[in-house]
């Protein structure tokens, strides 16, 4: 039997580009508390991560879809590979990259780690699931739990030892996470009887780790309704003794595993808590009535990871897609169109292949270049902390301004880039011996979990932007507008750079207009164009970074050989901010003008009026 084949391959010089001539990482490296870290230091992280992912995951992301995970007697089993893996990646410390020395990591900024995890599921996303999951919850625990919940469950999840999950979703309640009916009964001894059942938990269970630690939002008898009355509860699947060993099973059960598109090797499963009224959990803090509060760590950090998860995808697609255009030969040039005995040549000769090829690149850099942005902001709050609080909340919170655009913006466009490649493809693509099929089912989820991008809409428009008085998005904008004045004349991007202006004017213009309407009592129509807001906001980010890019390597390119690798590269930036200016900028003033078309055909069809069936 062959060996599974790695379709997985990286762009280490964008990484480098982002990292070293855009961003400017340096500025911070070899310095508190990234004072072990130097450019040598994250190149190095970056080749052998990159090894890592083409080596021992992308090999199993094959395996993981045609084999899938099964439920036997009441456990999960994960493909052939992932539990090997699993010990690999945590022994290699790389999925605690980021984390502080005294938790096993080796704080290296948020930046590096998010690259990273870029190239681990770009190579498998499926098998990513398990050990993203697991650090989210380590660090909710870590944030809020007890002293004893601390020394019992941070440093084996930490480890890699124990897994985690978070358990929101119920069968009645989908998306509204208020009208849970799970319910935590106080028991004497300060623990609470845990009984209920959570849907879609991805990673539910699994053979990889010796425990999974649920995180549970139950409603806690007599507490409020709504989402303010739902408390958070750490549930292990093995109880733990206080000497931290595992003893009895806590009544935890796996009722189903969800036959799913994509994904396969990614677990979703049906959890049943307290069937036999033996289910233990210990509140998460010290506080009832604080779940929400402290399940959005969780929540946020799951966002910004669903977002690298459409990157990394999308960028697999995109340069598998490249490889293919480069080597299939179909058809004469154009320019040879009246000539029967031209030669064939390869398809990235065809002028729609280049442009389909080309709005990938622009889309997959842009993406990554917003994702930098954000955890850019992070690690610079990290370097200030303590010395700077002004600087400190302006950083944390784009942060929160950028989340939901990096969630429901990367995990859209990584179907839309993939849906472009298989079209790369043609027919070849939508058969299983190419990868692109596989990249197209399993991306096709991120739009829908960790919150459905028309709930990263909602909480943009209905939160993000008025949060401290309009504060961050003032400064987004200000930031944007800064860098439009300062280039508004640049001899090569100057009218690029005019066209991004319009954009940037038409999204503050519809921002005061969605204030209008909640101020005016007009709010059906707020949640009618969130949507469509937040895809102005997404393409005006990823313009500008493109164009601040584009500008960069002009600077740089002058300084190349003509025609050598680095020359190609600049050049390739170059063109990628023109192409995404000229074709999504000029959009983002058309999407203002619907929204203020007043066109509410939407709201006032009868339901009756949908099809006479």
């Not at 011996?433 to 459905?452: A, H, K, L, N, W």
Request: aromatic share 8%.
């Amino acid at each position: 039997m062959s060996q599974p084949q790695n379709h997985y391959k990286a762009d280490l010089r964008d990484f480098e580009f982002l990292l070293f001539e855009q961003f400017r990482l340096d500025e911070l490296l070899s310095k508190p508390p990234f004072e072990n870290w130097g450019r040598d230091e994250v190149r190095m992280a970056l080749e052998e991560s990159c090894e890592f992912a083409q080596k021992v995951l992308g090999p199993l992301n094959v395996v993981g879809d045609r084999v899938g995970c099964k439920l036997e007697n009441g456990r999960v089993i994960t493909p052939p590979g992932f539990k090997e893996a699993w010990k690999a990646l945590f022994e290699a410390g790389w999925r605690v990259l980021s984390e502080r020395e005294e938790v096993g990591g080796q704080g290296a900024p948020h930046t590096l780690q998010a690259l990273v995890e870029e190239m681990f599921s770009g190579a498998n996303c499926a098998f990513m699931t398990y050990p993203g999951l697991a650090i989210g919850a380590v660090h909710l625990i870590d944030t809020f739990g007890t002293p004893e919940l601390k020394r019992l469950f941070v440093p084996k999840m930490y480890g890699g030892k124990w897994g985690g999950t978070m358990c929101l979703t119920e069968p009645q309640a989908g998306s509204d996470v208020g009208a849970a009916t799970t319910s935590a009964r106080r028991n004497p001894d300060g623990t609470y009887s845990i009984k209920g059942t959570k849907i879609f938990i991805t990673g539910g269970d699994h053979d990889c780790a010796e425990n999974i630690v649920h995180l549970v939002l139950a409603r806690v008898e007599g507490a409020p309704p709504g989402t303010k009355g739902l408390s958070l509860f750490v549930v292990p699947k093995i109880r733990v003794n206080p000497d931290g060993s595992l003893g009895e099973p806590n009544d935890v059960k796996v009722i189903g595993l969800e036959h799913k598109m994509g994904l396969h090797g990614s677990a979703t499963c049906v959890l049943q808590f307290g069937e036999e009224d033996r289910c233990i959990g210990y509140l998460c803090g010290t506080k009832e009535n604080e779940g929400i509060r402290q399940m959005f760590q969780m929540m946020n950090y799951a966002r910004i990871g669903v977002g690298v998860q459409g990157l990394a995808v999308a960028s697999a697609a995109y340069l598998c897609a490249l490889d293919y255009a480069k080597e299939r030969k179909q058809g004469s040039s154009v320019k040879e169109w009246k000539n029967p005995l031209a030669p064939r040549v390869p398809i990235i000769e065809h002028p729609d292949i280049r442009r389909m090829l080309l709005e990938m690149k622009s889309k997959v850099e842009g993406i990554r270049a917003l994702i930098v942005k954000l955890t850019m902001h992070q690690d610079r709050a990290r370097v200030l902390q303590g010395k700077d609080d002004d600087k400190v909340a302006y950083h944390l919170g784009q942060v929160d301004l950028l989340t939901p655009i990096v969630k429901a913006y990367g995990s859209e466009q990584a179907f839309r880039i993939c849906e472009l490649a298989m079209q790369v493809y043609g027919g070849a693509g939508y058969i299983r011996d190419y990868p692109i099929e596989q990249y197209m089912r399993d991306s096709r989820v991120f739009s829908i979990y960790e919150g459905t991008n028309h709930i990263q809409a909602l909480d943009l428009v209905g939160r993000k932007l008025t949060q401290d008085g309009g504060r961050h998005a003032q400064a987004f904008i200000s930031d944007m507008s800064r860098f439009i004045e300062e280039n508004g004349r640049h001899p090569v991007f100057g009218q690029a750079i005019r066209t991004l202006g319009q954009a940037k004017e038409a999204l503050a213009n519809s921002a005061f207009q969605l204030l209008q309407w909640f101020q005016s009592g007009e709010i059906e129509r707020v949640p009618l164009h969130a949507n469509r807001f937040l895809e102005m906001m997404s393409e005006t980010a990823v313009g500008w970074l493109l164009l601040d890019a584009a500008i960069i390597a002009d600077e740089a390119q002058q300084k190349c050989e003509k025609g050598s690798r680095d020359w190609a590269f600049y050049e390739g930036k170059k063109q990628a901010a023109l192409f995404f200016a000229s074709t999504f900028l000029p959009e983002v003033p058309l999407k203002a003008q619907i929204m203020a078309s007043g066109d509410r055909s939407a709201l006032e069809i009868p339901v009756e009026s949908f099809a006479m069936v």
